[in-house]
Antibody
């Protein structure tokens, strides 16, 4: 059974960099593609970006200038960095496996941007 | 990029059928057979219900079906049950990124 778990600070100051990690079990990050999605409270889902098995990345056009995705195959993890955050980046952040749809999701982690 | 257009809410009685639409453009829904649908109960992570327009993952009841015509994809739920009450989101490949719909709240009366 594939499982994903997000981890990282729940509170980030404005203008700083949000950093999250997704730990994968039951599959290898060297296979498929791995995706980040976020959801502000009471709002819809927003696709952030994805990284293909240790290689190419695709980013949301609206966030592209602030996103960095990476993979650590030794830890079976992939990570998100979002720079220059504002209150508008406050959301629940999800990681997911991207293969035949987003079939496996983490439980989500709330990140609040506030001083 | 603009979100795909979904009705904000739909409602129907148990046992009936309901269809949720998802309208995009030739640059996303109309251009690729990579539309997926997600069910999200309150406070929970989304669950994949349909991928690649019409395919159902293992474990999803066959009451759920997907289709596409032109720039509009649709999710149909037949034999509605109380447990189907949730938010539903469509998602489409758009060439170099994915885009979600705004979401539809399904109420089972």
């Amino acid at each position: 059974q594939v499982q994903l778990q997000e981890s990282g600070p729940g509170l980030v100051k404005p203008s700083e960099t949000l950093s999250l990690t997704c730990t994968v079990s039951g599959d290898s990050v060297s296979s498929h593609a791995w995706t980040w999605i976020r959801q502000p409270a009471g709002k819809g889902l927003e696709w952030i970006g994805r990284i293909y098995n240790s290689g190419p990345t695709q980013y949301s056009p609206s966030l592209k200038s602030r996103i960095t995705l990476s993979v650590d195959t030794s830890k079976n993890q992939f990570s998100l960095k979002l720079s220059s955050v504002t209150a508008a980046d406050t959301a629940v952040y999800y990681c997911a496996r991207d293969y035949n749809g987003l079939a496996f999701w983490g439980q989500g982690t709330l990140v609040t941007v506030s001083s | 990029q603009s979100a795909l257009t979904q009705p904000r809410s739909v409602s129907e009685s148990p046992g009936q059928s309901v269809t949720i639409s998802c309208t995009g453009t030739s640059g996303d829904v109309g251009g690729y057979n990579y539309v997926s649908w997600y069910q999200q109960p309150p406070g929970k992570a989304p669950k994949l219900m349909i991928y690649d327009v019409t395919h159902r993952p293992s474990g999803v009841p066959d009451r759920f079906s997907g289709s596409k015509s032109g720039n509009t994809a649709s999710l149909t739920i037949s034999g509605l049950q109380a447990e189907d009450e949730a938010d539903y989101y469509c998602c489409s490949y758009a060439g170099s990124f994915l885009v979600f719909g705004g979401g539809t709240k399904l109420t089972v009366l």
